[in-house]
């Protein structure tokens, strides 16, 4: 089990930038992929990216791809999210998610093939 702390948030004007961070503690980082999730009111939580559990390898959601850019630290047990040119339609609150289920270089993309251990939550507001 894998605790998860999501931090970063807030509300910016349209095409600026955020940068999220996801704080895991519990278990050996190294063995999980990371995900984010995103959630707006209403709506199903949805993938936005993923990345590998050596980091190799990401995948994004097309309304993000050029936009959004996924890291980790393994070092700092921490996977960060950073968010240029938002979008209103970026407004959500953005969550972390892990899975030690695949092999190192596997990208998880939907949200069962990932532990049921998320974290609160941070809110992204973009303003128009």
């Known amino acids: 089990q894998v605790q998860l702390v999501e931090s970063g948030g807030g509300l910016v004007q349209a095409g600026g930038s955020l940068r999220l961070s996801c704080a895991a503690s519990?278990?050996?980082?190294?063995?999980?992929?990371m995900g984010w999730f995103r959630q707006a009111p209403g709506k199903e939580r949805e993938f936005v990216v993923a990345?590998?559990?050596?980091?190799?390898?990401?995948y994004y959601t097309n309304s993000v791809k050029g936009r959004f850019t996924i890291s980790r630290d393994n070092a700092k047990n921490t996977v960060y999210l950073q968010m240029n040119s938002l979008k209103p339609e970026d407004t959500a609150v953005y969550y972390c998610?892990?899975?030690?289920?695949?092999?190192?270089?596997?990208?998880?993309?939907?949200?069962?093939?990932?532990?049921?251990?998320w974290g609160q939550g941070t809110q992204v507001t973009v303003s128009s």
């Open positions: 519990g278990r050996i980082f190294s063995s999980y992929a």
């Open positions: 990345i590998s559990r050596d980091g190799g390898n990401t």
């Open positions: 998610a892990a899975s030690n289920r695949g092999p190192p270089n596997w990208v998880p993309v939907l949200r069962v093939d990932y532990d049921d251990d």
